[in-house]
């Protein structure tokens, strides 16, 4: 996402080269934010590329093209073509508020075990278990409200996904809501669909609580899922506008916003960068007076490597005591830390991960000499993860805010969800009990 201007700022630790498997150094070339091919960013891809630590495998991993794309030399190779200034809200953020040079995930796979992990800091399948679930279900609806014959693989201990059979994608363990639920802080959870690879709480059993519906489906009717996650993204923008944020929110991406390739139809830096104009620029609350960019602190990163080549190897494999091995930690992703409180500039270096965002917020809202979480037995990633995220609101005092440009203003997002549910609920009217959406 950063590679067509590795040096944007001092300190950035970004490559413009880097070796294959033959020892050959190949030099990063840009493409287009939109692409017609992904790389596999499967555990097996992340075994093949770190290469026990060699970081040279990357070229081995397929490609995934799609239609008659026609797949550029070297693809895992590439970074995305700035030219045109799609991707220049990003460096916009980054230049004027934070950066994490190492910020990885905490699994080494993709995208629907690292949302387990946002949320709870496992994708154990439950409390107890050394198993997690690493890879993605092998079809849609996914989680709990998907079909019987849904699967996802787990991994072992070792690394080994083939000794325990694949599960049923609906787990039953601890999450980080349960703390904020048990010490009364309000939460939300922003996603597209209920049942999108992106909603985490929808894999959770005891948040979800699957129904059978009057179409024959399944719903979830938990108290949490009903209540806190919210069905429509851009719907965070309305919550803003009117002063009803919550104390945490998680705000997941549509599929044209979410920069993954074969999906996103580019407009996913305007997006975040709307997000966080929406909020700096919202008029302090009518009754409490609270202006939202005097109090809140914006993480924006992404969930899995994707299967391009980088040069920094994982900071650890597994913990200690032997939590997470053969599954933690991956690669590198980028983590932009937006607040009044931030210094412009600011280049971070401390290793965080996944876990360091829920220990930020696990610290940040624990009562006066006492704490908050950690969430599981003492075993999942966020009681492994220091404060070192604190080091970005160093500011003793608020600064104001410096928007943003894009093309693309937040009341454009507003406005497509607010057409999109008009547009359902005309075609509910039109079709009675006889659609499905």
């Known amino acids: ?72 030399p070297n693809p895992q190779y590439r970074y995305v073509d700035n030219s045109t200034g799609i991707v220049q809200p990003y460096f916009d953020i980054a230049k004027q508020y934070g950066w994490a040079n190492r910020m990885y995930q905490t699994n080494q796979g993709p995208s629907y075990s690292a949302h387990q992990f946002f949320l709870a800091g ?111 993204s851009h719907l965070v923008l309305k919550d803003i506008k009117e002063c009803k944020l919550a104390q945490v929110s998680w705000v997941t991406p549509t599929n044209q916003e979410s920069d993954h390739p074969r999906m996103t139809d580019g407009r996913g830096p305007a997006w975040v960068a709307s997000l966080v104009n929406a909020l700096g620029t919202n008029p302090a609350c009518a009754g409490t007076g609270e202006e939202y960019w005097k109090d809140t602190a914006i993480f924006i990163t992404w969930d899995d490597w994707g299967g391009f080549y980088d040069h920094v190897k994982p900071f650890r494999q597994g913990q200690p005591n032997g939590w997470g091995r053969g599954f933690t930690y991956g690669f590198r992703v980028p983590l932009l830390v937006v607040s009044a409180y931030t210094p412009a500039g600011f280049v971070d270096n401390a ?61 454009f997002f507003l406005r497509e969800e607010e057409d999109k549910g008009r547009r359902v609920f005309e075609e509910m009217a039109r079709c009675g009990m006889g659609c499905w959406f």
């Not at 624990?366 to 003492?378: R, V």
Request: glycine share 10%; hydrophobic share 30%.
């Open 1 to 72: 996402m950063f590679g067509s201007n590795p040096n944007f700022e001092p300190g950035v630790d970004i490559a413009t080269s880097g070796l294959n498997s033959k020892g050959e150094t190949i030099p990063l070339l840009p493409m287009p934010l939109e692409t017609c091919f992904d790389l596999d960013h499967s555990h097996l891809a992340y075994v093949t590329a770190y290469d026990n630590g060699k970081m040279d495998g990357a070229d081995k991993n397929k490609t995934m093209p799609f239609g008659g794309c026609v797949v550029p």
């Open 122 to 232: 496992t994708s154990a399948p439950t409390t107890y278990s050394k198993l997690f679930v690493s890879g993605n279900p092998i079809k849609e609806p996914f989680g709990c409200t998907g079909p019987p014959d849904n699967t996802v693989t787990v991994i072992d201990p070792d690394g080994d996904e083939s000794t325990n059979p694949p599960i049923f994608p609906c787990f039953e363990h601890p999450t980080l809501t349960d703390v904020l639920n048990d010490a009364g802080i309000t939460w939300k959870y922003y996603s597209e669909l209920f049942d999108s690879l992106f909603n985490a709480p929808n894999s959770i059993r005891h948040m979800c609580e699957a129904k059978e519906n009057q179409n024959g489906g399944l719903d979830c009717t938990g108290r949490d899922f009903v209540n806190n996650d919210v069905i429509g």
């Open 351 to 411: 290793e965080h991960d996944s876990g360091s965002l829920l220990k930020f917020i696990e610290t940040n809202f624990a009562p006066p000499g006492k704490q908050l979480g950690p969430i599981g037995p003492g075993t999942y990633a966020d009681a492994y993860a220091d404060d070192s995220l604190q080091a970005y609101f160093a500011l003793n005092s608020p600064r104001p805010f410096q928007p943003i440009h894009v093309n693309f203003y937040f009341r």
